[in-house]
T-cell receptor
Framework: DADVTQTPRNRITKTGKRIMLECSQTKGHDRMYWYRQDPGLGLQLIYY???????NKGEISDGYSVSRQAQAKFSLSLESAIPNQTALYFCATSEGDEQYFGPGTRLTVT | GENVEQHPSTLSVQEGDSAVIKCTYSDSASNYFPWYKQELGKRPQLIID?????GEKKDQRIAVTLNKTAKHFSLHITETQPEDSAVYFCAASESGDSSASKIIFGSGTRLSIRP
């Protein structure tokens, strides 16, 4: 679904580096989410935002921060990356109950 | 908070047979239960959902059942085909017209269809 885009799609970084993952959407949805996917652990909610002034922690927010720059943009930051943050990261949006996912960002921390 | 458990983690069935994936949830306030399918290398996509005011919902070869008393719900796929091979996620949330809610996912089931 080209309406939700993520950059970069792949990233390799070193331990201790700061990294930002970006999400943009053209769906006009107010709600945006960041998830992390690890094998066997499903999709874990990191942060979510129901509008530009609303930011909420999810299940696994430690080590992450977010910024909702506009209705269409929601960024996830790792201030000091560590190897166990190696995972596939998905951004999602919703208006009603259905979630629309971006293509994912594969992050490797060495 | 809500906790969703999903079983089995992997499932292999013969093409044409049925597949069943089960989930339990902990929060009695949850009233919306979607299922997402993630094909290899792709993003998750909604395939079917059910609300707490119904016990069963069907869409062609897939169906979902809900038992509110026991707090469990299941996905049933009949006459499985190769394109059903994917990872399936159940989820639960509290949904309403005026209330916004987060969604909690299960850990996923990798379904493989044997030819």
């Amino acid at each position: 679904d080209a309406d939700v885009t993520q950059t970069p799609r792949n990233r390799i970084t070193k331990t201790g580096k700061r990294i930002m993952l970006e999400c943009s959407q053209t769906k006009g949805h107010d709600r945006m989410y960041w998830y992390r996917q690890d094998p066997g652990l499903g999709l874990q909610l990191i942060y979510y935002s129901f509008d530009v002034k609303d930011i909420n922690k999810g299940e696994i927010s430690d080590g992450y921060s977010v910024s909702r720059q506009a209705q269409a943009k929601f960024s996830l930051s790792l201030e000091s990356a560590i190897p166990n943050q190696t995972a596939l990261y998905f951004c999602a949006t919703s208006e009603g109950d259905e979630q629309y996912f971006g293509p994912g960002t594969r992050l490797t921390v060495t | 908070g809500e906790n969703v458990e999903q079983h089995p983690s992997t499932l292999s069935v013969q093409e044409g047979d049925s597949a069943v994936i089960k989930c339990t949830y902990s929060d009695s306030a949850s009233n919306y239960f979607p299922w997402y399918k993630q094909e290899l290398g792709k993003r998750p996509q909604l395939i079917i959902d059910i609300r707490s005011n119904v016990g069963e919902k069907k869409d062609q070869r897939i169906a979902v059942t809900l038992n509110k008393t026991a707090k469990h719900f299941s996905l049933h796929i009949t006459e499985t085909q190769p394109e059903d091979s994917a990872v399936y996620f159940c989820a639960a949330s509290e949904s309403g017209d005026s209330s916004a809610s987060k969604i909690i996912f299960g850990s996923g089931t990798r379904l493989s269809i044997r030819p």
